[in-house]
């Protein structure tokens, strides 16, 4: 009980020498043992690498989870020390959506076929964000969050430990120094100085030991350096090839969607010469303008082994003239490279003339630029009142 009671009564005196050591310097009544250049710079560039270590790690976790409740709720699974529960993303929630709209608007029905498609395009973006997520989370996110909560701390304890060891050398130079001016009035004091200076030894080499510590510490922060840059690369291969998936997975869609989409400018340019409007009634104008067909050639017959000259003739654009009215202008959406020489090669934003040919497939159009004339994709056009 006894050694107790000293104990606190000394660890009481050496926090107030501190205090008060560390109150002067601020008051200018003090002198301060100063570290050299070099110490100092490696104290700045392990705060700095700190502070950004910080920011990078929180704002990537946004980028991961937008959303802050779930971010939150990670967090405390994470600090419990338990599995975070999987968590559905947008994209297959979107994909459930769809699914059951298209099983209400029918499955067999145009729209009902499209929403299936899309929606298991969307299962996959999402399938393949949870991926980018997770290898995002080991590769990145853990090895920044590992040097916060452990290189840093340590860093940081040392320092402390540091701070303290100063405060305690100056605090004894001071007692010295006081003990050196009261020596010179008096010999009684003599024994005063020797102790002050024995306790200045034994302050500057606590001090000494501990500054070699954390120098070797703040030095390490290179390997901090060269490490997190090794992850960084491991991020950025992730994000590529999640992004490459989600383009692919869009491409697929759009050449899925490609048919459907043929279908429904097919209707608006070529018109069904049977449908007539009833007698005495006078059909609304149409809300955008339909290209008339050219007059409709015989079709004759295939014969396994001999060619069908007469509908090779009509799908040939290089012998076929536009007809005389009813022709549109389009805007091309997207390059697209031509496959053969009855193809039109295209440019994206520029301006083309298209028309259309009875005996083509609903999802291609003769397109025309100047002297140059072939076929070309509907889904790649913009169709122009």
Not at 157 to 180: F, G, P
Not at 201 to 223: C, N
Request: charge should be negative; proline fraction near 5%.
């Amino acid at each position: 009980m006894e050694f107790n009671v000293k104990k606190l009564a000394s660890d009481a005196g050496v926090f107030f020498s501190r205090a008060m050591q560390f109150t002067e310097e601020k008051l200018g009544q003090a002198e301060k043992t100063e570290l050299d250049a070099h110490f100092e710079n490696l104290l700045a560039r392990a705060d700095c690498t700190k502070n950004w270590t910080e920011k990078i790690l929180r704002q990537t976790e946004v980028l991961l989870q937008p959303n802050p409740s779930a971010r939150v709720e990670e967090f405390l699974y994470e600090k419990l020390d338990r599995k975070v529960p999987s968590r559905v993303t947008n994209g297959e929630l979107l994909a459930q959506y769809m699914t059951e709209a298209a099983s209400d608007f029918g499955p067999g029905t145009p729209y009902g076929k499209t929403l299936i498609k899309v929606g298991e395009t969307q299962r996959r973006l999402g399938a393949a964000e949870r991926e980018f997520i997770r290898s995002a989370s080991i590769s990145f996110l853990t090895p920044l969050r590992n040097f916060l909560e452990g290189d840093w701390r340590t860093i940081s304890k040392e320092r402390r430990i540091l701070q303290n060891r100063r405060l305690d050398l100056d605090a004894c130079k001071a007692r010295l120094k006081k003990a050196k001016a009261a020596e010179a009035k008096a010999a009684l004091w003599s024994d005063e100085v020797e102790k002050a200076e024995h306790e200045l030894r034994l302050t500057q080499s606590e001090f000494d030991r501990q500054a070699e510590v954390t120098r070797l510490l703040l030095e390490g922060i290179s390997s901090t350096h060269v490490n997190h840059l090794r992850c960084l690369h491991e991020f950025v291969e992730s994000q590529t090839n999640y992004y490459a998936q989600c383009y692919q997975f869009m491409l697929d869609l759009q050449k899925q969607l490609g048919s459907s989409k043929g279908e429904i400018f097919s209707g608006t340019f070529v018109g069904n010469a049977e449908s007539a409007s009833p007698a005495g009634v006078t059909s609304p104008p149409a809300a955008a303008a339909t290209l008339p067909a050219v007059p409709t050639i015989p079709v004759v017959p295939t014969i396994v082994g001999v060619p069908n000259t007469v509908a090779e003739a009509v799908l040939n654009p290089n012998e076929v003239k536009p007809p005389a009215s009813g022709t549109r202008r389009a805007r091309v959406l997207y390059d697209y490279e031509a496959a053969d020489s009855t193809e039109l090669a295209l440019l994206a934003d520029e301006m083309i003339t298209v028309y259309s040919l009875p005996g083509m497939d609903p999802d291609w159009l003769i397109g025309e630029r100047g002297n140059q004339k072939g076929k070309v994709p509907v889904t790649y056009l913009e169709l122009l009142s």
